[in-house]
């Protein structure tokens, strides 16, 4: 019997996809690159157990929409890793995925020719190739893991994962985020509360059972072992900023209390800057000096930054558009970039050894 008056009613086609197994022997990951991760992974961890005294700092495009802009990036960053690794350890955003309130451009895998055709095996060939080219540079790397089949495709090249504000309180994303390979941070809510993240934590790093997908592309369940290296990240939210030495404090008690790493990370961005990019070194120079002042428990930090100031609108004609600009979030420019990790390094590479 035939089941088409009851099921798939709103489904226009279902196509088969690339498997994460096929993908990874097409663009298998290289002995340099592989090499890169582990050291990128390694790092992070040592901050957050605090055998490292270095403050990590998630830093790059609001999100990947060219892949030239993005290699271009990646060298200025590297180069400036370089000068700043004793105090700052760089690592880039590499974001193909982004949410959406409502509509609008759903990131390079989705959407990789920004025109609507959602070639999304494309996407996930571009993001895994630039991926790659990016580890191969020595450059540790970071998305949002905002879908949960993605991090079968990607994730053996990440450094770093967010789970965004939108997400935190998913008990699909906290499922997915407790397998990871890579350390995770989780977002305050987008209306400032903490508890959905402080929650997260908790379940982030217990063992769970859940339907995914295997290398193969099978419908499998997933066991996980629980993941240890989750942590906060605090972005502000309903029109307030979060950041501050009082708003710090607070989430001290509430991680205390929950008997969970006080591991703080500040985003420099969304609600902390009050949505203004320009903002993002300010933040980050208040964080310097609650650190200069005795803070113990921030760890990391986050900033929206690209080679040009602001944000542009995706365009008909992708050559009318400003090379390097973000097409999300507004973003500081390469040179305001430089000016506030150079900053933040004079004033914390004699105080971090000694935190």
Not at 4 to 19: C, G, H, Y
Not at 192 to 215: D, E, M, W, Y
Not at 218 to 229: D, L
Not at 276 to 282: C, F, H, R, V, Y
Request: charged share 25%; with cysteine; net charge negative.
């Amino acid at each position: 019997m035939s089941n088409k008056r009851v099921e798939d009613l709103n489904i226009e086609s279902a196509t088969p996809l690339i498997t994460p197994e096929q993908l990874k022997a097409e663009l298998p990951i290289s002995e340099t690159a592989m090499s890169s991760v582990e050291k990128g992974r390694e790092a992070v961890r040592n901050i957050l157990d605090r055998k490292d005294h270095r403050l990590f700092m998630v830093i790059g495009p609001c999100s990947i929409h060219d892949v030239n802009a993005a290699h271009d990036y990646a060298k200025r960053l590297k180069a400036l890793s370089e000068e700043v690794s004793d105090t700052i350890l760089l690592v880039m955003r590499v974001y193909f995925e982004k949410p959406r309130t409502t509509v609008g451009w759903k990131g390079l895998i989705n959407d990789p020719y920004l025109n609507d055709t959602f070639k999304i095996e494309d996407g996930l060939k571009i993001s895994r190739k630039l991926l790659i080219d990016l580890a191969e540079m020595g450059l540790p790397l970071s998305t949002e893991a905002l879908d949960p089949i993605s991090p079968q495709y990607l994730q053996d090249l990440i450094g770093w994962s967010a789970i965004g504000a939108r997400t935190t309180e998913s008990q699909t994303h906290r499922e997915m985020a407790s397998g990871l390979s890579s350390s995770v941070g989780f977002k305050n809510g987008t209306d400032g509360s903490l508890t959905v993240a402080i929650n997260a934590l908790q379940s982030v790093a217990k063992p769970h059972r859940f339907l995914g997908i295997n290398g193969e592309g099978q419908v499998s369940v997933i066991e996980t072992k629980g993941n240890p290296y989750g942590h906060v990240v605090l972005r502000g939210g309903g029109g307030k900023p979060n950041y501050d030495s009082v708003s710090i404090a607070l989430c001290e008690q509430e991680i205390e209390k929950s008997g969970i790493p006080n591991n703080i990370m500040v985003d420099c961005s969304h609600a902390n800057s009050s949505k203004d990019p320009a903002l993002q070194p300010l933040v980050m120079d208040n964080v310097a000096n609650q650190i200069l002042e005795g803070n113990q428990s921030i760890v990391g930090l986050m900033v929206e930054s690209h080679i040009k100031f602001g944000r542009q609108d995706i365009t008909e004609n992708l050559e009318d558009m400003e090379y390097g600009m973000s097409v999300t979030d507004g973003c500081i420019s390469w040179e305001q970039t430089e000016d506030a990790v150079r900053s933040m390094r004079a004033k914390l590479k004699d105080v971090l050894p000694n935190r």
